[in-house]
């Protein structure tokens, strides 16, 4: 099974350069890292990466798991395609360069939500002492716009790659981030009361309401 996946990959191969889709990846992911790390270093938010886990351990250890194998997928392809053959999958051209779009949309949109954050990103689900509520660009129309960026990201990376392993990886992030998330809400609701409550009936989570 796993000859005959390569057999196909290789014959797809010869028909679909992957250069092109590779590059494409390459400068998205260093351009959004660059943004990302900046904004990350201008609000200390690596120093919360550790602090305060109040969604415990097993599920900080299944997030760090699979978002380990989401990158280490992403990684492989980029230095060599072949690496992720036996987990490819039978995609057009034009599917793969619709993903390479989604791809974009997703980058920019987790870099315009981080600078909306400001000072305020933290990876813990605690806010940090001096943290806002933000309400501004993003998260005027969702709550949690950083998930949704990663969401359609996800999905182009995936497209763009044609490949299930990601896909899967991505999926089962995403399901934890969601479940976490109501960790988060019930954080912001102690700091922020009355305040962040209002802002949840007004606001969908992650994605915008269409009646208000």
Known sequence: MDQTRRD???????????????FTLLVVAVNQSAISFYCMKKAKATATIFRHREEGIPLSVLLGSFYFGYCVGIVAYLIEPKWMAWSAIGLTAWV????????MVGAALICWGLIDLGKNFAFAVTPKEKNRLVTTGLYHWVRHPLYTAFLVEAVGISLLMANWFV???A????ALLVYRTRQEEEKLIERFGDEYGDYMKRVGRFFPRLVR
């Not at 196909?8 to 590779?22: Q, S, T, V």
């Not at 793969?96 to 791809?103: D, E, K, N, Q, S």
């Open 8 to 22: 196909l990959f290789e014959a797809d191969d010869r028909m679909i350069d992957e250069n092109p889709f590779r």
């Open 96 to 103: 793969r360069w619709a993903g390479a779009a989604l791809l």
């Open 167 to 169: 896909a899967t990886m």
């Open 171 to 174: 999926g089962l992030l995403w």
